[in-house]
């Protein structure tokens, strides 16, 4: 079964993305910091990441750069709320798979997903 790791710290967004993503075939396993994020890289081994800029304890890109530390090859989806020209540069620079702005159309964030969990198999 593939795994997909939302890191966010908005517990209502956490609730609908994994109502919305999870299926017979995809486990979604969320947290709410990028420490829990980063442990739950370490431990469950996601096929895919979302992953928030603004979490309460660090900078998503920062985390971005400890999960890559983890695994460089595990696609992860960037998304905010607070977007500026520079972060979604920096993202990207970083190797995100993708950069989304919320609120993000669900449809969209279903199909990068897809992308995302068949480049990682």
């Known amino acids: 079964m593939l795994k997909l790791l939302i890191v ?16 017979d075939d995809l486990c979604v396993i969320t947290a709410e910091t ?4 980063i442990a739950s890289v370490r431990e469950e081994r996601p096929d895919a990441v979302i992953l928030d800029v603004r979490l309460p304890d660090m900078s998503g890109l920062d985390a971005f750069a400890l999960i890559q530390a983890i695994d460089a090859r595990l696609p992860v989806i960037i998304i ?13 620079k970083r190797g995100a798979f993708e950069y989304l ?9 279903y199909n990068t997903v897809n992308r995302a969990l068949e480049i990682s198999r």
Do not use: H, R, W
């Open 80 to 92: 905010t709320a607070f977007s500026t020209t520079d972060t979604a540069i920096e993202a990207m």
């Open 8 to 23: 966010d710290d908005e517990p209502n967004l956490l609730y609908s993305l994994k109502k919305g993503l999870e299926s």
């Open 34 to 37: 990028a420490e829990q994020g």
């Open 101 to 109: 702005l919320k609120p993000v159309e669900f449809e969209q964030l």
